[in-house]
Nanobody, 115 residues
Framework: QVQMVEAGGGLVQPGDSLRLSCTVSGFIFSINVMGWFRQAPGKQRELVASITGRGVTNYASFVEGRFIISRDNAKNTVYLQMNSLKPEDTAVYYC?????????WGQGTQVTVSP
């Protein structure tokens, strides 16, 4: 059974940083592309960043230069370092496998950026 447990969200001010983590189980983590997604109220879920099993990264244009995705294959964990946060980054953040269709999502972690 696939499980993804996100953590690290919170309420921060514009310009602050947060580090999210997601620990997974139920599949061979090291060979899978992992991604961070987010969903703001009233909007569709969108891909923020992805990372291959070997560490090749890709970012959405709206976070490039501010967010860094990384992974620790020994810990089955993927991270998202978020710097220079903006109010528009406010959303529930989820981790997932971008190339797997129909997989259940974890509970996500809420990130709120507000003065």
């Amino acid at each position: 059974q696939v499980q993804m447990v996100e953590a690290g969200g919170g309420l921060v001010q514009p310009g602050d940083s947060l580090r999210l983590s997601c620990t997974v189980s139920g599949f061979i983590f090291s060979i899978n592309v992992m991604g961070w997604f987010r969903q703001a109220p009233g909007k569709q879920r969108e891909l923020v960043a992805s990372i291959t099993g070997r560490g090749v990264t890709n970012y959405a244009s709206f976070v490039e230069g501010r967010f860094i995705i990384s992974r620790d294959n020994a810990k089955n964990t993927v991270y998202l370092q978020m710097n220079s946060l903006k109010p528009e980054d406010t959303a529930v953040y989820y981790c997932g496998r971008p190339f797997v269709v129909g997989e259940s999502w974890g509970q996500g972690t809420q990130v709120t950026v507000s003065p």
